[in-house]
């Protein structure tokens, strides 16, 4: 972990409350995709974690949704502008275990950890099919940056306004050697119930500090107590206990 | 003796900042942050006699200038602290430890006490009898003087080290609970913990947290904990820690002002991880501000208005 004063190169918006914040700074302890970053705002006493989207050189990407005030007065701010940032919190996902076919399921804003991870993978000679679930076609995003990566992009949108009408699992290909997801909860669990491979899941949860020193994000796992912002946010299949 | 150092309870500190319990683990996280040896010492998170999981979650709030947290004492239990987390720590950090420990019987409280009075790491025992996120234990000792009384008596009888109580400011005289403190033996008396709050999401129309209610701390709480510290440090003879939203070296300046011979920081390490660290920094330059040579000459050095 590192505290560091990023400045913002860019902000724009992506679709519907959705922004994409690209700024710059030291971004030497993020390490892994599926970490986060927690960023102070003026007149907010907790930061607000974000994941990375992703990184290149000093340059860092967020996406995150418009949810409250803290979200709205961080799309207010301009190119310029400085943050300051918490970086390389939480795990991350280990792509190790990824095998020669792995698929990506991002679920709404648990989409933009996945552009990432999908850069690493395909960076080590993997062919990566990504599924997208929305809610409806305005609230698609990131569909051409994957794209452009040379990922096999599917949508899924619940009112079928575009690509497979359905949920995220409608979308999972007959064949995978493994799974990584992010997105809401009850689409971890349907991703959960409906994967036959292993895989890797990242959660959300209230934080207090996101460093691991409060307890305020414990959940239980099969392999003990843990902190989501320190020992997760990413958890392997085989440990999570959806009965908390 | 350096400016900065204060005695608290008879053992030196080389400064008064001191970490609040819960908000700064068994220290590691910070140890990778910073060498936590500049702290005057530290108070690790409340343990209890068994392993508790603590509260479901949302555990957490955010309210204007501070935080609510219902974590309830999620630890390991004191065997595992002492087999584990004192011998980790004991790498990072050389100095005596204060102890937080919390119990739902006086038993309890006397067990968990007895078993970290004999660590040669730890040099204080902070009763925490005012955690307002567990039921049947915690704060039901905290806010009757009694119950407080048979607490610190059982404690003081198995324990050898300086014993301070932790004291809820959700009560209506907190001199009365503190007073009874120091009658059975309480060695220093350390306030306020966490006042019950709750916050309602409006898009659910549930409480935020699950637990409905729980621990309001941050900037936000300073006025109440620093009004509560002068009325405490006027009513006994022990030394008072005090605590409830320090974030600058003013802060500690201010409650010291008040009465506190040491001052313990919580929420603002959670927002700032380096908080403590700015802190001690910061006080030597702040001290020449104010005129003040040692901050051990100023405790409870708050001046009256005259009366006309």
Known sequence: ?244 | MGALSVNLCGIELDNPVIPASGTFGYGYEFAELYDINCLGTFSCKGTTRQERFGNPTPRIAECSAGMINAVGLQNPGVDRVIAEELPRLKKCFHKPLMANVSGFSVEDYAYTCQKLDEQEQVGWLEVNISCPNVHGGGMSFGTDPRAAYEVIKAVKAVTRKPVIAKLSPNVTDITVIAKACEDAGADGISLINTLLGMRIDLRTRKPVIANTMGGFSGPAVFPVALRMVYQTARAVKVPVVGVGGVSTAEDVIEMMLAGATAVEVGAANLVDPFACKKIVEALPETMARYQIAALREIIGGVKQWEKT
């Open chain 1, 1 to 244: 972990m590192k505290q560091s004063i990023f400045t913002i190169e860019r902000s724009r918006p992506l679709a519907r409350d959705v922004v994409e914040l690209r700024a710059h700074g030291d971004t030497s302890a993020i390490t892994a995709p599926g970490q986060f970053v927690n960023i102070r705002l003026t007149g907010k006493f907790l930061r607000r974690p974000i994941s990375v989207c992703n990184v290149a050189g000093d340059e860092l990407t967020l996406i995150y949704k418009i949810v409250g005030g803290g979200t709205r007065q961080l799309a207010a701010m301009r190119p310029g502008q400085t943050l300051d940032l918490l970086t390389g919190l939480g795990n991350g996902y280990d792509l190790s275990p990824a095998g020669d076919s792995p698929v990506l399921l991002g679920g709404g804003v648990g989409t933009p950890p996945m552009f990432w991870l999908a850069r690493e993978l395909l960076a080590r000679g993997k062919p990566v099919r990504i599924v997208l679930g929305f809610n409806t076609a305005d609230e698609v995003f990131y569909v051409d940056e994957l794209r452009a990566l040379g990922a096999d992009v599917t949508v899924t949108t619940v009112d079928g306004s575009r690509g497979v009408k359905g949920f995220v699992t409608d979308g999972l290909p007959q064949d995978y050697s493994y799974f990584y997801t992010c997105g809401p909860e009850p689409m971890l669990r349907a991703v959960f119930r409906a994967t036959k491979t292993s895989g890797q899941l990242s959660f959300e949860e209230r934080m207090g500090c996101g460093f691991g020193a409060c307890m305020g994000c414990s959940c239980k796992t099969l392999t003990g107590y843990k902190r989501i912002c320190k020992d997760g946010p990413v958890l392997r299949k085989e440990e999570i206990a959806w009965e908390r």
